[in-house]
């Protein structure tokens, strides 16, 4: 789907090309996560070989600045020395015990410190926290029926990946082959950002449902923030029907602020979550996540109560050492630097867009940002579904031939780094223009 350039080496992708057909030969798709496959862009994806900092370099040899940064962990850049030197230190000691260490106390008192949480509990993919996280609000509250909204992903957990049925306040239907009907006919499914809707689902269901589970800002349809006061409004609707509030932080935790999401709005408007998802930042690029929240919810869970749930290499030292140093070294100052480089390629790509005559919207919370392809605000799924797909393909190959690794989906967020410097910014603001006028092509064919 690439335009064909005549200046660029056809030889570019050969090896990636050779190692995707032996992929596709013993794993579905040739990747171990779909959006890795490039099926929404065209093309062939870049296996990488290796990453420091802002940086990743393909099989070829090519190199790419980062605007991935492995779907948000990497805050720190890639191979930060100190993280490496701590892992490598910890390796040495062993790999997995099967038994509690330190480092999992260190993490689980800085996340406490950092995030709205009394107790935390470590699991080893964002997948899982949610997963325990409703778990626990179903044996906390006693009830069944869980609510999220269209465009949050949460994980692949079974009764989450739900589409909505037909009208609202309605339960939902299996999003994918493989779950049972029985599994989402507990779930209602509700547009993002519409309170009405919440009113009315609460009002007709109110006394059956557990929890309500929603991204804290969601990134996985695009960024589309919360309205103004939206969260607060979540979590007083779901207090004043004995329901639990669950904040998945797993993309935004340590990522959109120091504080996740909650510092842009609980914290200021003092209002908490019942119970708090994390992922991605916290695991420093290892498999590791948790979930936690108010006290007398978490004591519920075993061995301190009766909820059930339990993992062979949960708070793994190798894994809860990346993450305890990698959030360390996130301080105010991290964040100042992410948030001004995601500015100045926020502006860049805007202009170069505009200046192209494509429509465009940049929305942002914190330090995560995307560009959809749209004339109109995006406040729901539905609005992001009409982002331009073909134009976005366009946009991406013209940005990845000219060495800047953009998510190979239009709805994903743009996540940078402490170590996306002056030269790695400049190099995407060069490359801008180019893509822009690609996009612009591509609606012109269309
Ligand atoms: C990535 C993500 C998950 C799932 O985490 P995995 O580690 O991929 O299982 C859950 N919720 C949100 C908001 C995410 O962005």
Redesign the pocket.
Known sequence: MSAADPDLDPARDAASRALFERARAVTPGGVN?PVRAFNAVGGTPRFIRSARGAWLTDVDGQEYVDLICS??PMLLGHAHPEVQAAVAAAVGRGTSYGAPTEPEVELAEEIVARAPVDRVRFVS??????MSAIRLARGFTGRDVVVKFAG?????VDSLLASAGSGLATFALPGTPGVPESSTALTLVLPYNDRAAVERAFAEHGDRIACLIT??A???MGVVPPEAGFNRFLADTCRRHGALFIS?????GFRATRQGQWGLDGAVEGWRPDLV?F??VMGGGF?A?AFGGRADVMSQLAPEGPVYQAGTLSGNPVATTAGLTTLRLATNEVYEHVGAAAETIRNAASDALAAAGVAHVVQATGTMFSVFLTATAVRDFEGASRTDQTAYAAFFHAMLDRGVYLPPSAFEAWFLSSAHDDRAVQTVVDALPHAARAAAAAQEVA
């Open positions: 996560s779907w948000g993919s964002g997948t899982e926290a949610t949050c992903y949460h994980g692949h991204e804290a969601p990134g996985n998945d932080e797993v993309m935004t998802t992922g991605k498999p996540a």
